[in-house]
């Protein structure tokens, strides 16, 4: 297996995309794919050209940017992808791109292949010459045929788009032509179409049935439309052209074809197609080039319009006789050649080219040589040869019957004695024979050769079908496409594809999964895949010798892009590139969703061993059960509990299994009501008798479609919370007591009676005080605790929803929020118990100089101090002060780390530690000037768990706890702030002296 050629990846990645062809320009022909003779015949223009000026062709089969209704064509994408980093020049089919678009959104489409060279082919562009067709003289010319000839007025017409230029042009030669013959335009008999079968079909019901107008003829502005038109006439038993004359417009092949055969116009798309090159090779080179070349029409009459065909007249024209010297038949052809050149090119259908050099003199002396020798049988032998190299070199046999009817008239012309007269007829009749046999011949072995080209396909299609892997895929193609006449092959898949919107820019890479060539299939290595989609063939694709002709087109399907493929183009039926991209297509899309399902099964999988990790991690105890509260799932923490030691042991059991009767009964109640209400139950403490306590959320479980099946819970331990409670209980109690036994002490103490009235006030004043606070702790205790349990109950419930739903993304998310909440708690709890250990486990007092224990405050906070770049200053000389040093320097740690955190944007932040003396003592302050605090909160901050700012850090316990140990150490702490950006200054106090 050969490998593709590597290049310099600098190269490959510049501006430019290293062509396999650099050494010969490559020129783009955007159209559509191939589905009737119009591209074709252009397509054959534009590629016998090319070899003659020795340059590549690449034909991009995209398509309309809209399709008849509107909708936008995802095929057409492909056609994004042309720019100077493939091609040289473009050749645009505007005709075929703009069907059913605006000619101002077509311009403004084509102006991103602005600064390359181009030509348009149909439309007049702005800024880029144009190939047009006099579809104006093509109509007015149909239109003089039927009145002058055929005598119909009441001609009815069927346009094409109305924003299509065209379509505009062949409008306004039917109107002009009425009016040049005094005829009104009846506007009841104008119908718009859309240039194709159905249109034309439609049309015929709209004058017929909802108009209720009649017509003697019916000119539309396509063939397809024409086509649509005989039908429905024809379903309705109205005979063409006995009752209804019909004509069309392109003079495509099945115009031909067609019975009757239709009358229309022909555009020489073959010669619009070599125009198109040679004048975009002339604007490459730097030459003046006209703005807009108009190539003639030609009106060819059939037997639609109730005319005979045209080589049918041609032999019941008489020889011309006049003037004509006595003379031999070769001295008359010699004579008569130009004559006959001539009205052989006006006369025929076709373009009359030589099959071969002299082919014609040829033909008409061994005519001569079988008149004057009779009997010597030359001229049906040479004939034979001369269809045989037509055939060879793909002529149109039609055009035979019509060549021999000139040649007859013209050699009958002759002086000729009555044997030769009669003898010369023979050889016409003869002649006609073998034009119709190989005629037939001709027909035959291409029909011959187009079934079994389509056999191939139909069975490259049934074996796609039955591969259900985009290797297997691959393969197949590798295999079948060299068999349909395809030499080369080159196929890319868009990454990310699937994310894909029209009309966004084509996905900006693409990866090379087939390549192959005559010499066989390629190997392609991994850094060779990869490729930018702009350059459409990857930049170490293989060059060829000979100048090549390239077919490249996008892979769609149900409007979802896959990528493009390009043919090396030797097909010869180029309609069967539509059945290929169609299957390939349609093949690509199946394996790339059969492999999508994979992955997403195996992500499914891996999502499933994450959740089961969880469950099996989780320290809280998950549990699952059916409407007759059995359990279905549980985590080993629920196992552990029930004292088992694998969840599956609880599968299929109930509550009456492991609890006591009352308490069973007390579990199952409470999920019946949920199952019958749907509604959870949350925050609930349970107790199992052994001194162990849980919060428990239970949540009704529901299916895919919103139905209850079930329930499941989520039990949290806190029995150390419990056990916090009762510690803060019994320390009331105790603090009860020593009141009671101060009390009695100082009623015994009467001569210190007034001292212990005192003092018994001040500690009931401390009792109250502590009552207070219990109260105030035991209740943001629950409130704060329960938070996080109901927030984990809640996205366990959504846990659960989203793995029935198999939104694996989001049930991370749920398992995020429940593990934060989790976090939550452990630091609520861990800052509880250390306010709740202020005042019971305290240092030894010492005396220290507040500096010290300033500059010990501002080292620990240094950190952020340093990420804010905030200024402290330290009064100097501050009093010595009496305490726990640890639980001092924590309070102006604190401090610190609030005004670092509230500091808000200002440009000179600052802080200041300082102490200032008053009449009766020492007040210590903290002051910064950062966004301050409203004075309506100043009592409130120094709550527990009091947060102003809910989105920032920490738990609110901070001054919770600065203010437990001011006042542990006997002092008392508050703040002074008008808000606002004022900045804050907490004053507090402390002993200087035991």
């Not at 506007?187 to 108009?211: E, H, K, M, N, W």
């Not at 070199?393 to 007859?408: E, F, N, T």
């Not at 239970?698 to 150390?720: A, Y």
């Not at 003592?921 to 947060?947: A, C, M, S, W």
Request: hydrophobic content about 40%; proline content about 5%; glycine content about 6%.
């Amino acid at each position: 297996m050969t490998s593709l050629q590597p290049v310099d990846q600098t190269t490959a990645s510049n501006t430019k995309c290293a062509r396999a062809h650099a050494r010969r320009p490559t020129i783009a022909i955007l159209g559509d794919i191939f589905g009737f003779s119009y591209p074709i015949d252009v397509f054959h223009g534009v590629t016998d050209a090319a070899q003659t000026y020795g340059v590549d062709v690449l034909y991009v089969a995209g398509g309309p940017l809209r399709a008849v209704d509107g909708a936008p064509m995802t095929r057409s994408v492909i056609l994004n992808l042309i720019g100077p980093d493939n091609v040289d020049g473009i050749i645009i089919f505007s005709s075929l791109l703009a069907t059913a678009s605006r000619l101002e959104e077509f311009s403004t489409f084509c102006k991103q292949y602005a600064p390359l060279p181009a030509v348009s082919v149909g439309l007049k562009l702005p800024d880029i010459p144009s190939i047009t067709i006099a579809n104006y003289t093509g109509v007015y010319s149909e239109m003089t045929h039927l009145i002058d000839v055929h005598g119909y007025r009441r001609i009815a017409f069927i346009c094409g788009p109305e924003s299509h230029p065209e379509a505009k042009e062949r409008l306004r030669g039917y109107t002009d032509a009425l009016t040049a013959h005094s005829i009104p335009i009846d506007p009841a008999l104008i119908v718009s179409g859309q240039f194709s079968v159905q249109s034309g079909a439609q049309a015929i019901t709209t004058l017929l049935d909802q108009r209720g107008v009649t017509f003697e003829a019916v000119v539309a502005a396509s063939d397809q439309m024409a086509f649509g038109a005989l039908e429905a006439l024809e379903a309705r038993g109205i005979r063409v052209p006995g009752q209804v004359a019909v004509v069309g417009f392109d003079d495509i092949d099945e115009a031909r074809y067609t019975s009757p055969a239709l009358t229309t116009v022909r555009q020489p798309f073959y010669a619009v197609g070599a125009h198109a090159l040679e004048t975009l090779l002339a604007r490459m080179a730097g030459k003046d080039v006209p703005e807009e070349l108009q190539v003639p029409t030609q009106c060819i009459i059939r037997e639609s319009c109730g005319c005979l065909r045209r080589e049918v007249l041609y032999v019941m024209q008489e020889p011309i006789l006049a003037d004509v010297p006595a003379c031999s038949c070769q001295e008359l052809i010699t004579a008569r050649m130009p004559d006959i050149l001539q009205e052989l090119t006006l006369s025929n259908d076709m373009p009359l080219g030589d099959l071969f050099p002299g082919w014609l003199h040829t033909l008409l002396d061994k005519f001569c040589q079988d008149l004057e020798t009779a009997g010597h049988a030359v001229f049906a032998p040479a004939l034979y040869e001369i269809l045989r190299q037509a055939i060879r070199s793909g002529d149109d046999m039609d055009r035979w019957p019509q060549i021999i009817s000139v040649l007859h008239k013209h050699t009958l012309s002759a002086h000729l004695q009555p044997a030769q007269q009669r003898h010369a007829e023979l050889l016409w009749q003869q002649a006609r024979l073998v034009v119709a046999q190989m005629s037939h011949q001709a027909q035959d072995a291409r029909l011959i050769r187009t079934r079994q080209l389509a056999r191939r396909i139909s069975d490259l299609g049934a074996e796609l079908q039955t591969t259900f892997h985009v290797a297997g895929i691959l393969d197949v193609l590798a295999g079948q496409l060299p068999r349909l006449g395809i030499p080369r092959c080159y196929l890319a898949l868009y990454e990310d594809a699937d994310t894909y919107r029209y009309p966004q820019p084509p996905p900006e890479w693409a990866r090379l999964v087939l390549a192959y060539t005559e010499q066989g299939r390629l190997e392609i290595l991994p850094e060779e895949q990869r490729f930018p989609s702009r350059c459409l063939l990857p930049p170490h694709s293989l060059p060829t010798e000979q100048p090549s002709v390239m077919v490249a087109t996008s892979l769609d399907a149900q409007n979802q892009l896959l990528g493009f493929v390009i043919f090396e183009d030797r097909l010869e039926e180029k309609l069967f590139y539509r059945d290929l991209r169609l299957q390939i297509s349609s093949a690509l899309q199946g394996a790339l969703l059969v492999q999508r399902l994979q992955e997403r099964s195996a992500e499914l999988a891996r999502q499933q061993y994450v959740l089961n990790t969880f469950m099996e991690n989780v320290p809280d105890r998950i549990y699952f059960k059916d409407l007759e509260s059995r359990f279905t799932r549980a985590n080993q923490a629920h196992a552990r509990h029930l004292g088992l030691s694998d969840p599956a042991q609880e599968i299929g059991k109930s509550d009456w299994d492991f609890f006591s009767p009352e308490q069973a009964q007390v579990k199952y109640a409470q999920e019946q009501e949920i199952i019958r209400t749907g509604q959870p139950i949350l925050g609930l403490e349970e107790t199992d008798g052994l001194g162990h306590w849980a919060l428990t959320t239970k949540m009704p479980l529901r299916d895919e479609h919103g139905v209850i099946i079930g329930t499941f819970g989520i039990s949290h331990d806190i029995t150390e919370l419990k056990q916090a409670q009762a510690e803060l209980q019994r320390a009331y109690i105790d603090i009860e007591r020593r009141v009671e036994e101060r009390t009695a002490e100082l009623q015994r103490e009467i001569a210190e009676r007034k001292r212990a009235e005192v003092e018994r006030e001040r500690l009931i004043a401390e009792l109250e005080a502590k009552n207070a606070e219990l109260e105030h702790f035991t209740y943001t205790v629950s409130h704060d605790l329960k938070s996080p349990l109901i927030t984990i109950g809640g996205f366990a419930g959504f846990l659960q929803q989203d793995l029935l739903n198999g939104d694996i993304a989001q049930a991370q998310k749920d398992i995020t929020y429940i593990n934060d909440a989790l976090t939550r708690m452990k630091q609520l709890l861990d800052e509880l118990l250390d306010l709740s250990r202020i005042g019971r486990r305290m240092n030894p007092p010492e005396t220290v100089p507040f500096e010290a224990i300033a500059r010990e405050a501002v080292e620990l906070v240094s950190g952020r101090i340093a990420a804010g770049n905030i200024s402290v200053e330290i009064m100097p000389g501050l009093p010595t002060v009496y305490g726990d040093r640890a639980r001092l320097v924590e309070v102006v740690q604190n401090l610190l780390d609030n005004a670092c955190k509230y500091m808000g944007d200002r440009p000179d932040p600052r802080i200041e530690i300082g102490a200032q003396q008053t009449e009766n003592e020492t007040v210590f302050y903290v002051r910064d000037n950062g966004i301050g605090i409203d004075p309506r909160y100043h009592e409130q901050i120094f709550g527990l768990f009091n947060k102003l700012d809910a989105a920032s850090e920490g738990a609110g316990v901070g001054l919770a706890i600065v203010k437990r140990i001011i006042e542990t150490h006997g002092g008392h702490i508050w703040v002074n702030s008008k808000g606002d950006g004022h900045g804050s200054t907490f004053y507090f106090t402390l002993a200087t002296a035991p």
